[in-house]
């Protein structure tokens, strides 16, 4: 007796969708917000702390630069202090991917210069991008800034040796999701400035919220597990 023929094979499974593709984004605006506010007071003491060195620094150099009559000195000195800026911004980045991670920031991440040269040119190739933007009646600024401002997670968090490929990648992530992004970083804007109204004070702990939420945007949109806060 002849036997049937066996049935066909199921079809396989759909293939996930690229990182950074269209669709829902993979957390809200109130997601990002909620973690960030959560993690940032988890976390409070050392990010108070990182907050404090970063303006400390800053108003050293001002201090320096403000006195100085030679404009050749004075140019040299605000050079320094740009490059220890962008430091400090790794640093911060370091730091607030350690909250995601469940980790406890440190103010030594602060002065790892570990990609410094990759992340001073990429910091130069979007000043230039996004200055172009803004002179253009401001809204291809937004734009850009929104697409690109993920560049130093990946030269930060994945070691990414490529200025250019950082600064690509990033708009890659974001792409599909500007909607969100752009949200996301509009509320944040508001609410730092709510922060500086506070007579200045208030920016103490919103702009470390902030950055605990950008943080945790960037994980998600690379759909890597974000440590729980409670």
């Given at each position: 007796?002849?036997?049937?023929?066996?049935?066909?094979?199921?079809?396989?499974?759909?293939?996930?969708?690229?990182?950074?593709?269209?669709g829902a984004a993979p957390f809200t605006i109130g997601?990002?917000?909620?973690?960030?506010?959560?993690?940032?007071?988890?976390?409070?003491?050392?990010?108070?702390?990182?907050?404090?060195?970063?303006?400390?620094?800053?108003?050293?150099?001002?201090?320096?630069?403000?006195?100085?009559?030679?404009?050749?000195?004075?140019?040299?000195?605000?050079?320094?202090?740009?490059?220890?800026?962008?430091i400090l911004a790794m640093g911060l980045i370091r730091?607030?991917?350690?909250?995601?991670?469940?980790?406890?920031?440190?103010?030594?991440?602060?002065?790892?210069?570990?990609?410094?040269?990759?992340?001073?040119?990429?910091?130069?190739?979007?000043?230039?991008?996004?200055?172009?933007?803004?002179?253009?009646?401001?809204?291809?600024?937004?734009?850009?800034?929104?697409?690109?401002?993920?560049?130093?997670?990946?030269?930060?968090?994945?070691?990414?040796?490529?200025?250019?490929?950082?600064?690509?990648?990033?708009?890659?992530?974001?792409?599909?999701?500007?909607?969100?992004?752009?949200?996301?970083?509009?509320?944040?804007?508001?609410?730092?400035?709510?922060?500086?109204?506070?007579?200045?004070?208030?920016?103490?702990?919103?702009?470390?919220?902030?950055?605990?939420?950008?943080?945790?945007?960037?994980?998600?949109?690379?759909?890597?597990?974000?440590?729980?806060?409670?």
């Amino acid at each position: 007796m002849t036997q049937p023929p066996p049935p066909p094979p199921p079809p396989p499974p759909p293939s996930p969708p690229p990182a950074g593709g269209s669709g829902a984004a993979p957390f809200t605006i109130g997601d990002a917000i909620g973690y960030g506010w959560n993690a940032y007071w988890r976390n409070v003491g050392p990010l108070v702390v990182i907050t404090l060195v970063i303006w400390l620094v800053n108003v050293v150099f001002a201090l320096i630069t403000f006195p100085i009559d030679s404009f050749v000195v004075r140019s040299l000195i605000q050079i320094v202090g740009w490059v220890v800026g962008l430091i400090l911004a790794m640093g911060l980045i370091r730091a607030t991917l350690a909250v995601t991670r469940g980790e406890t920031p440190d103010v030594s991440m602060l002065f790892q210069t570990d990609g410094l040269p990759v992340y001073l040119v990429a910091a130069i190739l979007f000043g230039i991008g996004a200055g172009i933007g803004f002179s253009l009646c401001i809204i291809p600024g937004v734009i850009f800034a929104t697409f690109f401002g993920f560049y130093g997670y990946f030269i930060v968090g994945e070691g990414e040796q490529n200025p250019i490929e950082a600064l690509k990648r990033s708009q890659q992530l974001v792409s599909g999701h500007f909607g969100t992004v752009l949200g996301l970083a509009v509320v944040l804007v508001l609410i730092n400035i709510v922060g500086a109204l506070a007579c200045g004070v208030g920016l103490l702990f919103t702009a470390g919220i902030s950055a605990v939420s950008w943080a945790y945007a960037y994980r998600s949109l690379r759909g890597e597990t974000v440590a729980p806060v409670t």
